[in-house]
């Protein structure tokens, strides 16, 4: 759900306090940051009982208030590949 290509940080005249650019571009943290734009969209699915999204509604959670109210469908997996 997540590729990325990258070799490094921005130099120090790049840098903005602003958030206007990314300051870390190695290939893992911009597969991550797409990883979690991707599980962030599914999630507003979940409420709405979207059969697209990789996540299905827990009814009830078994330890209380506070655990998860959403639950990755069966048969879903995610893994993280890197290579050098």
Known sequence: VSVASG???INGDALSLKGESVQDCHAEVMAHR???RYIYNQLIDVPLGSE?????ARESSPQGEGMAKAVLKAGWT????VSS
Do not use: I
């Open 52 to 56: 697209e999204s990789v996540f299905e």
């Open 78 to 81: 995610f893994h993280l590949y």
């Open 34 to 36: 797409g990883f979690l």
């Open 7 to 9: 070799t490094r940080c």
